[in-house]
């Protein structure tokens, strides 16, 4: 039993060493709400990781999880709207999860398939189900009595129990089951294994059907957590699992390691990514950090079985583990008040904390917005903090960082949600801490709003419908009111495409001569406008100009028809007037795009909740900002004009 | 050839291994252009010498000397730059490039960095045009037959301007128009003054080809003969010609009726149809050299191998569903040779791996009694005097005698009533083989049917009550325990039916 524990606390060491560290830099980390805050975060993460664990342990892979539990999580959804009762819905997630592990063992044991083949191809299968089944649009409008199992009983989160529950049953079945001996069996040595009368194939089948079952689980939890389900959750989830197994001393080369580990490894990422909220550490860091201290998991673990190996042949180590604990300690200090000092300076007394949370922080229009709030802040003289998500898709994450500004009980959060429906039960949270919302860029879904009982002060930002009429008034009027058009719209289902799309639709209504030949997405991409581009291109000889929903887009598929050169005869038109598209106009490339005034938001947001804060002004209910179509004849002027936007309709 | 001066002449070379004294002041002398025979039994040394002479390994004492030089090899790179090149038996081509690719493979002809892929082809052409070989140098490796690649392997050679080659059994995948077409390859590199040191057990080979032949025993040397001067029964007497000096306890048992019973088992291109038959109480020891095809006969009773016709009957019940599983259900158990690669889980616990085959014994509906499994394996452990330090020690740290014990003790958890053993001795020291065999005559006195594979023809005659000799995928014949002596047993294994 100790052989067996040993490595485990070693990693339950570096987690309470993590802990300790973010609780000495920030006062909000140790508070009982927070820390049942990180293991809430975990779940999803924990209970993949069950399933990935015992894949990992029987020498296997599963790159599926991920995916499968957005297919999961959308059938969920979908029977609840149908009007199911729970446990037929929750029946029918786990039926789905079960289902899709159970292909993946069965082409990967008939098929002699290398599970890592099998379960990437399950992964883009599954996601491009659960986009058909659900029509690219998430799923909301869940009965409130579903909302009870991301409740808190005693106090606990349910999530929390259910993780529980689900580990002790875990553990019980890897160390006392036939099918948790035989999966060591299979990854310690598969050829012994089925020589000495293991039934390989049955047991790689029950495993993997597992691991499908658990990401069934988890949807059902993450749904009824956002009360809605995307087809897009759960992205690099399957990945995060695997690093949570691995840190937890889970060998990828099969045979070793335990759930107990992998839980433990959950906790820590869950940890870091919670403490590095708190200390306002930016988030384009939080990937060094996690991917770190995966990749030191696993020099410490096998610098271990060197050491183990070398042990034998030395006495002094009990002293030498002594002195390294010591050392490790006096490090773990030193950086927490390292830390402390450079991010979590201490603050003027009543300076208000707003937070800014917008998408993603990984495009000029989210960092133009980003800038025009923190110069706003320093102003006004507030402190502004700024949190995101590595990819605008991962709503979950976004989720869980509006959780920790509550914790942290920053006074205002300025949020551009990642999903208009999704985001409502944070929202709701904030809410009743008593933290008011104001909402940029997208808008928040009406119905949900109101089902949940979530308020949000305003909406700030552009009028897409309007951007959208604009760019196709202009078109229109290129073309000479006769053409033939192809749209690239942003990831169907999100607000901001749909707008664009229908506001480019009725920009064009007035032209009957202006005939609409293809209308796809790219997912808001470049790289993928470019494919969808040269497909349009190759399949659409005559056709005139392409309208793209944004930029990224615009200029993906600009090089598409400069690729086959028709360049001067297929015009585009982008949305977001960001500073590359601006160059391209500029140069004659581009044919035009729909300005935003991101800055504009960012502004106007910070300047209303100071507004609220200090003298309790409430702001109107929306503030559009403006649109403005730039081509060749105004590029000059909008970019020396620059970050100072001139003001909009609804400026206080 | 006498007067000649050797090119190569090693002297007292040892080397131990871990458990065994693999060679005992073994030596050869190669003279330039013969081609030298080496002949032995299993385990007699040879391949260990040749990897001395070529870098694989280094020798504990000896001395080496090469072109009148001392040479002592630390690896394979620094021999082949001294002309000393040994072409193994699994060969060493890489097959999805083409052979003018695996000639120069790590030598390309460069210029400014880029491979002239020309003078590439050329020189392959060239080498192979040497060999009467006319595979264009394009084609990829895997696309050529075993000959071919042979002679792919000695280009390789040749373009390392080789001063003396080694063949391990070069001859053993080849048809008979194959091997005369080498024979034509290796005259003509004797013509040119390379000598070739041949490692084969065909007799038909040795006498074909060969200048020389020395034969190796128990890591020794035990003479070199002209081939001209010589006949098959005096290598046979020369191979085998031991006493068998540990003499191993043979137990009066009971011979009982039949339990294991093959009949007409057959793997195309492996297995010639074999039929035999084991007994209650009986050991049926099985004789053969290297690639004789008792391993894949023992494969394919157990199930882990497909056969493609015949027929395997345990207890009077014909096997169906061929698989380990259904056949440890018969009540069937394989040792196998290699207990690393297909025996143990190496970083599990002795105890998992003890008790593997036997968790249902333990378990209710899948879940496991884990004190049941315990007293399980920790009286297995007694029965075996297996040496540990725990139950949950990583198996692993286990010395070869030990962990070899750990798979007995699976199998004896199993309660089989017929036991496959493959090599159980290999590797591991005195003191645990006599256990070993101990063990095995204990098992045979309860009633067990034994199938023994064995090199050590001293386990052998001593354990045996019948011997089966294998050849070339074959049963060459069955000998009563009266009838086996050393001499016959190596004659069926050297492929001579009747002398």
């Known amino acids: 039993m100790i052989r067996h524990l040993s490595p485990r606390l070693q990693t339950l060491f570096v987690l309470i060493g993590v802990a300790l560290l973010f609780g000495i830099a920030s006062p909000h980390f140790l508070a009982t709400d927070n820390l049942l805050n990180v293991m809430q975060q975990s779940a999803i993460n924990a209970i993949l990781g069950i399933g990935l664990t015992f894949v990992i342990i029987s020498g296997g892979i599963d790159l599926s999880v991920g995916s499968i539990l957005a297919l999961c999580g959308l059938v969920v959804a979908d029977q609840l709207v149908a009007g199911h009762s729970g446990a037929v819905a929750i029946g029918a997630g786990l039926l789905v999860g079960g289902v899709c592990g159970l292909a993946n063992g069965l082409i990967t044991t008939l098929g002699r398939i290398p599970p890592f083949i099998t379960t990437l191809g399950m992964m883009l299968i599954a996601r491009s189900a659960a986009k058909i089944y659900s029509g690219s649009k998430p799923i909301s409008g869940l009965p409130e009595s579903f909302r009870a199992l991301s409740g808190s009983v005693a106090g606990v989160p349910v999530l929390v129990l259910i993780v529980a529950v ?67 959750s759960g992205e690099m989830y399957e990945l995060y699992a695997i690093a949570a197994a691995v840190i937890g001393g889970v060998s990828l080369m099969g045979g070793e390691g335990g759930v107990l580990g992998t839980l433990v490894g959950a906790l820590i990422m869950g940890t870091l990514r919670n403490g590095l909220n708190a200390l306002n550490v930016p988030s384009a860091l939080e990937g060094m950090v996690v991917g770190g201290v995966l990749v030191a998991a696993v020099v410490f673990d096998r610098a271990r079985h060197r050491a183990a190996e070398a042990e034998k042949l030395r006495g002094w180590t009990r002293y030498r583990k002594l002195v390294l604990a010591g050392i490790g300690a006096a490090v773990v200090m030193a950086a927490a008040f390292g830390i402390r000092a450079t991010f979590n300076a201490p603050t003027q007394a009543k300076t208000f904390t707003i937070a800014f949370v917008p998408k993603a922080l990984n495009s000029p229009f989210w960092a133009e917005m980003q800038q025009a709030a923190e110069r706003e802040a320093a102003a006004q003289g507030v402190r502004l903090v700024s949190l995101a998500a590595d990819r605008e898709t991962d709503v979950e994450r976004q989720y869980q960082i509006i959780e920790n500004l509550i914790q942290q009980k920053v006074d205002a959060i300025l949020l551009a949600p990642a999903g208009s429906k999704e985001l ?73 495409a749909d707008r664009r799309r229908l506001g480019f639709l009725n920009g064009i209504e007035a032209h009957p001569g202006i005939r609409v030949v293809a209308s796809q997405t790219a997912d808001w991409e470049r790289a993928r406008a470019y494919t969808v581009a040269e497909n349009l291109l190759q399949a659409h000889p005559d056709l005139d100009a392409i309208f793209a929903a944004n930029d990224e887009m615009a200029l993906g598929a600009l090089e598409a028809v400069a690729a086959a050169r028709r360049l001067g005869h297929v015009g585009v038109v982008g949305f977001d007037a960001i500073p590359d598209a601006l160059a391209n106009i500029g140069s004659g490339r581009l044919l035009g795009s729909v300005a935003q005034f991101p800055g504009e938001m960012g502004r106007l947001g910070l300047r209303h909740a100071v507004a609220l804060l200090r003298d309790g002004t409430t702001p109107p209910r929306e503030i559009l900002t403006r649109v403005e179509m730039i081509d060749r004849l105004n590029v000059g002027s909008f970019a020396k004009r620059g970050m100072k936007a001139p003001p909009s309709r609804g400026n206080p | 050839m006498t007067g000649m001066e050797p ?49 694989q390994y280094t020798a504990d004492s000896g001395v080496v000397t090469f072109a009148g030089e001392a040479i002592r090899p630390a690896s394979p790179l620094e021999a082949e730059s001294r002309g000393l090149v040994m072409i193994h038996q699994e060969l060493n081509l890489v097959p999805g490039l083409s052979v003018a690719e695996n000639v120069f493979l790590g030598h390309e002809p460069t210029h400014g960095g880029l491979i002239r892929s020309d003078a590439m082809r050329q020189g392959a052409q060239n080498l192979l045009a040497k060999l009467r070989c006319d595979v264009d140098p394009d084609t990829p490796v895997a696309d050529l037959s075993v000959a071919e690649q042979q002679l792919v392997e000695i280009a390789c050679a040749l373009r390392q301007r080789a001063r003396l080659l080694v063949m391990d059994e070069p001859t053993a995948a080849l048809s008979d128009s194959e091997i005369e077409a080498l024979f034509d390859v290796i005259h003509s590199l004797c013509g040119d003054g390379v000598p070739v040191i041949f490692i084969s057990h065909r007799m038909k080979d040795i006498f074909a080809i060969g200048d020389r032949v020395t034969v190796m025993r128990d890591g020794r040397t035990v003479g070199t003969r002209d081939v001209k001067h010589t006949e098959v029964a005096e290598l046979i007497q020369l191979m085998v010609g031991r006493t068998i000096a540990e003499q191993i306890p043979k137990r009066e048992v009971r011979i009982g009726e039949v339990v294991l019973q093959v009949e007409g088992l057959v793997r195309a291109g492996v297995l010639s149809p074999v039929s035999l038959s084991v007994r209650s109480g009986e050991i049926l020891g099985v004789a053969g050299l290297m690639g004789s095809g008792r391993t894949e006969l023992a494969r394919a009773i157990f199930g882990a191998d497909v056969a493609d016709g015949g027929t395997v009957r345990v207890t009077g019940r014909t096997m169906s569903g061929r698989n380990p599983g259904a056949s440890i259900a018969a009540g069937l158990g394989f040792i196998t040779e290699d207990r690393k690669r297909q025996g143990l889980m190496l970083q599990r616990s002795v105890g998992e791996n003890i008790t593997l085959t036997s968790l249902d014994d333990v378990a209710r509906f899948g879940v496991l009694d884990l004190r049941a499994e315990r007293e399980r394996a920790e009286g297995l452990v007694e029965r075996l005097k297996i040496h540990l330090a725990s139950l949950d020690q990583e198996t692993v740290s286990l010395s070869g005698g030990n962990q070899q014990k750990v798979v007995l003790a699976r199998w004896l958890a199993a309660r089989c009533r017929v036991l496959l053993f493959d ?55 069955v000998l009563d325990r009266a009838e086996a002596t050393q001499e016959r047993v190596m004659q069926l294994a050297l492929g001579e039916s009747r002398s």
Not at chain 1, 434 to 460: C, K, N, W, Y
């Open chain 1, 166 to 232: 689900l580990y002790v049953l875990a553990h019980l079945v890897l160390t006392r089951t036939k099918l948790g001996r035989y999966s060591y069996a299979i990854g310690g040595n598969e050829q012994a294994a089925w020589l000495s009368g293991v039934r390989v194939g049955r047991y790689k089948v029950a495993i993997y059907t597992l691991s499908g079952l658990m990401a069934g689980v988890a949807a059902v939890l993450m749904t009824s957590r956002l009360n809605a389900a995307s087809p897009l």
């Open chain 1, 424 to 496: 409502v039960p944070a929202i709701r949270k904030a809410n009743d801490a008593g933290i008011p919302v104001l909402i940029l860029d997208t808008r928040i879904d009406q119905g949900a709003a109101e089902s949940m009982g979530a308020r949000v002060l305003t909406f700030i930002g552009s009028d897409n419908f309007e951007g959208g009429a604009v760019a196709g008034r202009y078109l229109a009027d290129k073309l000479g009111g006769k053409g033939n058009v192809a749209i690239i719209e942003g990831i169907s289902g999100h607000e901001t």
């Open chain 2, 7 to 55: 090119i190569l002449r090693m002297r007292g070379i040892c080397k131990r291994f871990p458990g065994v004294q693999a060679l005992q002041d073994a030596g050869l002398d190669v003279l330039p252009g013969e081609v030298h025979v080496l002949l032995g039994e299993n385990g007699a040394g040879k391949s260990t010498l040749m990897k001395i002479l070529c870098g």
């Open chain 2, 423 to 477: 090599e159980p001795t290999r590797g591991i020291d005195v003191a645990a083989k006599a256990e070993i065999y101990e063990l095995i005559g204990e098992l045979v006195g309860q009633g067990v049917a034994v199938v023994l594979i064995t090199s050590e023809m001293p386990e052998l005659l001593g354990l045996a009550d019948r011997v089966a000799v294998m050849h070339e995928g074959a049963l060459q014949g």
